[in-house]
C-alpha cells in the first residue's frame, strides 16, 4: 500500500515539482484538491493548461503576451523613446506595479553568467540592439537586479550601447524606503552614500 | 495596464485560491509555470482535474479511492477487528506511513465543533455505527487529533461505543519522540505523565 490514494499521489508529486513547494505542503494541497468541489478543480487546471497554451513571446519586447505584441508595446500612449531592459517578465510587472514608467520595455530573459555558461548570446542582446537601430531610442534605462549578475549584464550593455549615442542610465541603488538603517547591509549602505543627491 | 499579462493573472488568482499560497507566491508560481515546457504545464493540469475527477469515497471507510472500495478496505490481509477512527483521510495516509497498524480505518469527515455548527449528524458516526453492526469489531481506536474538537469526538464516541460491549481505545499524548521537553507545553506535558507507564 502506497502513501494515499494514486490519484492524490500523482497530484502531489506533480505540485511538489513547483518551486518552494515541497513534498509534505504538495500532499497538504493535494489533499485539499480533492476536497474541492469538481468545478473549481477544472477552473485550476483550466486556468494552468489553457493559460501556458495561450502565452507567447511578444515580438519586440520579450515579454509575455496573448497576441504577437505585449499590451505595453501595442498601447500607442506609451513613450517609445525610453527603453527600460529588465531580466524577466515578473520584472516588467514589478515595474508596472510603480504605474510611473510610461516608457517601453525590454526582457533579456536572464542576465550574463560565465558561472552558469550564459553569455551575450544566450540573451536578447542583438533583438535590443536591433531595437535601437530600427526605432528612435532616447534613453536605455538599465533595471536588472542589483546583483553580480544584474551588474555585470548592465556593464556590458552599457559598454555596448554607449557608442551609438544613446544615453545609458542605470536605476539608483540604495536603503529602500521604509528599511531601517541598521539592517541595511555595508554594500547597499556605500551605494546609497555614493548615489547621495544635495537637497 | 493590469498587472502582467491576463492568462498569467488568471493563473495567479487561482493559485492563490490554494491554503499556504498568498497572492506573492501564487504570482511566483504563475510565472513559473509561464517559463515551464508546455508538456510539464499538461501533466501537471491533467494531474489535477483528471485526478480529482477520479476520487470518490471508499464505500465502506470513507477513505479517498478509484474503485468503490479503497485500497485498505480491499486488502485481504488487513485486520477486519480494528478499526482506527480518524478526522480525515490525511490522517489515514499518516497513521499508513508509520507502517505498523494492520487494521482498518472509518474516516470521520470532521470532528464534531457546535461553534462551526458540526454536530453527530454531519460527521460519518451513523456510517461507523452501521459497521459496528455489520461487521466483527473487537477494537475502535480513536485517533482524532489531540485539540479540543478531536478530544470532544472521542469522547462522545466513547460513550456512544462502549455500551455496545466493544473495546475503545484513545491513542496516546505525550511528549513527540525527538523532541525536547523544554519545549513541550504544559497540557503536553501533564498528559505525558498521566500517561506514564512502568518500566
Aim: hydrophobic share 40%; with cysteine.
Amino acid at each position: 500500500m502506497q502513501e494515499g490514494c494514486d490519484p492524490i499521489a500523482r497530484m502531489a508529486l506533480q505540485l511538489s515539482r513547483l518551486p518552494g513547494i515541497g513534498q509534505k505542503s504538495a500532499q497538504r494541497l493535494a489533499y485539499h484538491i480533492a476536497a474541492m468541489p469538481q468545478e473549481q478543480v477544472k477552473e485550476l487546471a483550466a486556468a494552468l493548461w489553457q493559460g501556458r497554451k495561450a502565452l507567447r513571446f511578444c515580438a519586440l519586447c520579450g515579454n509575455y503576451t496573448q497576441e504577437e505584441y505585449c499590451p505595453i508595446c501595442a498601447d500607442e500612449k506609451r513613450h517609445t523613446g525610453q527603453i527600460c531592459v529588465v531580466r524577466d517578465a515578473r520584472d516588467v510587472a514589478a515595474m508596472e506595479r510603480m504605474r510611473d514608467f510610461k516608457g517601453l520595455y525590454h526582457v533579456l530573459g536572464g542576465t550574463l553568467s560565465p558561472m552558469d555558461h550564459v553569455g551575450p548570446e544566450d540573451i536578447r542582446i542583438k533583438e535590443l540592439l536591433t531595437r535601437l537601430s530600427t526605432e528612435t531610442v532616447n534613453e536605455i534605462i538599465l533595471a536588472t537586479n542589483p546583483d553580480i549578475e544584474g551588474e555585470a549584464t548592465a556593464a556590458y550593455l552599457a559598454r555596448l550601447i554607449k557608442p551609438m549615442g544613446v544615453k545609458v542610465t542605470r536605476i539608483a541603488h540604495g536603503v529602500p524606503v521604509g528599511s531601517d538603517l541598521e539592517y541595511a547591509d555595508e554594500v547597499t549602505l556605500a551605494k546609497a552614500m555614493e548615489g547621495r543627491r544635495e537637497l
